[in-house]
């Protein structure tokens, strides 16, 4: 069962790394927009036009 | 006289030499719009960010600092086919968005709280019927005590300081039995891990509050949504006024930006937007949003000019005063702050089976207590026993009972063209079995519209139409409306107060007052309407008359028909003058009517009604009615409808048909009937669960079970509020 020392931390890690990603996503206003986003992942990428050249 | 446009009261800095700007945009609704507006913004020079958000029908715009002026991006919108409008964040609404991401966050932490604590439950439970170790059992509940104990005072806060209010305030409410549950089941859970005991509650503490959560979570979403698309609506309404910035230079501003003291300008067609006084010009003016007469009042310097007011014939200017100046606007504030602070007695479904339901779980809990030691079990066993009842029983199907149905139904009445104003308007109008009508602008629609279209040539009607288009008479904007009128006639000439006359081909046009157009004599021999306005069109020497009124909703007649057949009371109260009360209330078939109505009478009236047990639902638009709005048991108002009465009715329905309302009523009373079912299948989980509990072979796994069977089960049997019936006229 040593195995133990081994595995609970780990899987306290990957659940605080979830934990933190959601935190992350919910800061960085990822769920502000729901509709939009799910258009968003199936809109094209077009280039963006001539005049504004990489503007992001 | 020069006109500009002034937005800057609506920009901000956004640091690093950039500036923002939110527009609410009206017509946003697939992925094609965003992606048409968002290209075509970003190619304007100098516009470094344009990022459309679909959910709240608004584009965030940055650019560099004094590089361009806020009016370009709402040309360029409007040129891609889409009205705009900035938008202010109002401070409700910032609350709601902010209370909607501490309800996420509560809910992300619980969520992952319950599944670790879970993982580590599994082992436990199993291990229990086979062979685990005690020090092993023991480290795995010091582990779920180290995660559950810190997520549940994270994610428990809503509920704590919910009851925490309650408590102060000497009542209870459902958060009370809730907080009461979590915190002991924790604080018991943490006494036997010391104790090295079999049986350790952390899992179920948890999860109650992730199921909680889900509930509030959705119930807060979906009143932040219908907030959002309140004030869209109102930014696109624009409200503006045209400011005196110089002596002879008008800039339009926002009304946010107009202070006590600035003097403005308002023309004739114009919807006043301020409250003020006039000190120079000579016109009528139709108070009709304010106070329900639609005759046409005469204002000279002195007059008094309420927000709401629509100029009709000459220029004005006002001065812009304090709200509270006049006698009518303090009248109504009076009687607005009496009928609210009557109103907030009303107690919640929600609150009222807590207020049953508490006192009669933690004496159950008690008794059970008392029961174990009389039978001769130990202290210790009879407290675990005594706790394991308030887990089992602890609320947390009851406290999704509601919050789930008022979502799905809030998200019905949504989709039906209603919008929410306050979280209990649901169960209140679910009760309502009388409805009073106001008459103008919400019976009838709040533009005028040409009642003897059909009795005019149509290439004379044609013509009369092109010349009204330039006029800004209100009168003049509904001709050439009902005419579809695109191109203005050429050289026409507008005389102030009177009308509008051009010469086509020789022969003289004119539009406006009988006497104008020489038809003074059959505008008095001809019987018409006493309600409408009249205008005369003459074309050499024909002559017609056109009578000009607010019309009735189009589906009003149904409407007051359905609600008769639901045997919903129909009445009509009405500030205007008796004849067209009486046309009204003939027309639509409604036996009870009282014209010329205060707002004190209308209060008076309300009270009646109660005193005989009806419960009223008041329907009006006008800043008149206001009080009465908050006096009712519950309120609709249309979204024409003053700021005033708006901010005060429970719901704001949208466009021009009146069958939301009935449509309304339904979803609530069906809402009602789920939420009522919900709490009686909570009450029978309970009935089964609580001599389980009581016996004492409750172990954290069926807590686990049954506290998750109901909660979905109750989550189902709201989802049916979906299935609202399209017919409903």
């Given at each position: 069962m040593e195995i133990l020392v081994y595995l609970v931390p780990l899987a306290l890690l990957l659940g605080g790394a979830g934990l933190a990603a959601f935190l992350w996503s919910l800061r960085s206003g990822q769920y502000d927009d729901l509709d939009g986003a799910a258009w968003r992942a199936i809109a094209d990428d077009d280039p963006p036009p001539q005049e504004a050249p990489a503007k992001r | 006289?020069?006109?500009?446009?002034?937005?800057?009261?609506?920009?901000?800095?956004?640091?690093?030499?950039?500036?923002?700007?939110?527009?609410?945009?009206?017509?946003?609704?697939?992925?094609?719009?965003?992606?048409?507006?968002?290209?075509?913004?970003?190619?304007?020079?100098?516009?470094?960010?344009?990022?459309?958000?679909?959910?709240?029908?608004?584009?965030?715009?940055?650019?560099?600092?004094?590089?361009?002026?806020?009016?370009?991006?709402?040309?360029?919108?409007?040129?891609?086919?889409?009205?705009?409008?900035?938008?202010e964040t109002e401070s409700a609404e910032a609350t709601e968005v902010a209370e909607s991401r501490f309800l996420l966050r509560c809910l992300g932490i619980a969520a992952f709280a319950t599944m670790n604590v879970m993982m580590l439950s599994i082992p436990v439970w199993s291990g229990n019927v086979s062979d685990m170790l005690p020090e092993q059992r023991d480290f795995f509940h010091w582990l779920s005590a180290l995660i559950a104990l810190p997520a549940a005072a994270y994610a428990g806060q809503p509920f704590f300081r919910s009851a925490w209010r309650a408590l102060s305030n000497k009542t209870t409410n459902m958060d009370v039995p809730i907080s009461i549950g979590v915190c002991l089941a924790l604080g018991m859970s943490v006494v036997e891990t010391v104790n090295h005991a079999e049986h350790t509650y952390f899992d179920a503490a948890i999860m109650l509050l992730t199921f909680l959560l889900v509930g509030r979570f959705?119930?807060?979403?979906?009143?932040?949504?219908?907030r959002a698309v309140a004030g869209n609506l109102a930014a696109l309404k624009a409200e503006t006024a045209a400011k005196f910035v110089g002596p002879d230079e008008i800039s339009q501003v926002p009304v946010a930006a107009i202070h006590p003291g600035d003097i403005v300008l308002l023309r004739p067609g114009e919807r006043c937007a301020v409250d003020g006084t006039v000190i120079e010009g000579r016109s009528e003016i139709d108070q009709s949003l304010i106070t329900g007469e639609t005759l046409y009042v005469t204002a000279e310097h002195g007059t008094p000019v309420?927000?709401?007011?629509?100029?009709?014939?000459?220029?004005?200017?006002?001065?812009?005063?304090?709200?509270?100046?006049?006698?009518?606007?303090?009248?109504?504030?009076?009687?607005?702050?009496?009928?609210?602070?009557?109103?907030?007695?009303?107690?919640?479904?929600?609150?009222?089976?807590?207020?049953?339901?508490?006192?009669?779980?933690?004496?159950?809990?008690?008794?059970?207590?008392?029961?174990?030691?009389?039978?001769?079990?130990?202290?210790?066993?009879?407290?675990?026993?005594?706790?394991?009842?308030?887990?089992?029983?602890?609320?947390?199907?009851?406290?999704?009972?509601?919050?789930?149905?008022?979502?799905?139904?809030?998200?019905?009445?949504?989709?039906?063209?209603?919008?929410?104003?306050?979280?209990?308007?649901?169960?209140?109008?679910?009760?309502?079995?009388?409805?009073?009508?106001?008459?103008?602008?919400?019976?009838?629609?709040?533009d005028l519209e040409v009642m003897n279209a059909a009795a005019i040539p149509a290439d004379i009607f044609g013509l009369a139409g092109?010349?009204?288009?330039?006029?800004?008479?209100?009168?003049?904007?509904?001709?050439?409306?009902?005419?579809?009128?695109?191109?203005?006639?050429?050289?026409?000439?507008?005389?102030?107060?009177?009308?509008?006359?051009?010469?086509?081909?020789?022969?003289?046009?004119?539009?406006?007052?009988?006497?104008f157009c020489g038809a003074a004599a059959l505008a008095g021999s001809a019987t018409l309407d006493p309600e409408a306005s009249v205008v005369a069109f003459s074309k050499g020497a024909e002559k017609f008359i056109l009578s000009v009124r607010q019309g009735l909703r189009p589906d009003a007649k149904a409407v007051i028909a359905a609600l008769k057949a639901r045997n919903i009371g129909v009445e009509i109260l009405s500030g205007d003058r008796e004849p067209a009360v009486i046309a009204a209330a003939r027309a639509l078939d409604v036996a009870e009517w009282r014209a010329g109505v205060t707002p004190t009478d209308k209060i008076a009236r309300i009270e009646e009604l109660k005193r005989r047990g009806a419960k009223v639902l008041m329907v009006g638009d006008g800043m008149n009615d206001a009080p009465s709005l908050a006096a009712a048991h519950v309120s609709m108002s249309p979204i024409s409808a003053a700021h005033l009465s708006q901010a005060t009715a429970d719901l704001v329905f949208l466009g021009r048909p009146l069958a939301p309302v009935v449509a309304a009523i339904d979803s609530a009373r069906k809402a009602l009937h789920l939420m009522r079912q919900n709490l009686w299948l909570a009450i029978g989980y309970n009935l089964l669960a609580v001599p389980v509990a009581i016996s004492g072979i409750v172990t954290p796994l069926i807590a686990a079970a049954a506290m998750s069977g109901s909660s979905i089960l109750v989550m189902l049997n709201s989802l049916r509020a979906r299935s609202t019936s399209r017919e409903v006229v």
């Open positions: - | 006289m020069q006109v500009t446009r002034d937005f800057s009261h609506y920009v901000r800095a956004a640091g690093a030499g950039l500036q923002h700007i939110d527009l609410a945009v009206e017509g946003v609704h697939c992925a094609g719009c965003m992606a048409k507006i968002e290209r075509g913004l970003s190619a304007i020079p100098d516009v470094t960010l344009a990022r459309v958000n679909l959910t709240d029908r608004r584009v965030a715009l940055e650019w560099k600092e004094g590089t361009l002026d806020p009016g370009r991006f709402i040309d360029r919108l409007e040129e891609l086919g889409y009205k705009a409008y900035p938008y959705l119930d807060q979403n979906m009143r932040r949504r219908t309420y927000a709401g007011s629509m100029n009709i014939s000459g220029t004005l200017r006002l001065r812009v005063s304090a709200a509270s100046e006049s006698t009518l606007l303090a009248e109504i504030t009076r009687l607005l702050d009496n009928a609210l602070a009557a109103r907030s007695r009303y107690m919640r479904l929600a609150d009222r089976a807590s207020r049953l339901y508490a006192p009669v779980v933690h004496a159950t809990a008690l008794v059970t207590i008392l029961g174990w030691v009389i039978a001769g079990a130990g202290w210790h066993d009879a407290i675990v026993t005594g706790v394991a009842v308030l887990i089992i029983t602890c609320p947390c199907a009851l406290g999704l009972a509601i919050p789930t149905v008022q979502t799905v139904a809030s998200g019905a009445m949504f989709k039906a063209g209603v919008l929410l104003n306050a979280g209990d308007a649901i169960e209140r109008l679910a009760e309502a079995d009388h409805v009073i009508f106001d008459k103008t602008g919400t019976l009838t629609l709040p092109r010349l009204a288009l330039s006029s800004h008479h209100p009168v003049a904007a509904a001709v050439a409306q009902a005419a579809g009128a695109k191109s203005p006639i050429l050289g026409a000439v507008e005389e102030a107060g009177q009308g509008v006359r051009a010469v086509v081909d020789g022969v003289e046009l004119r539009l406006g007052r009988p006497s």
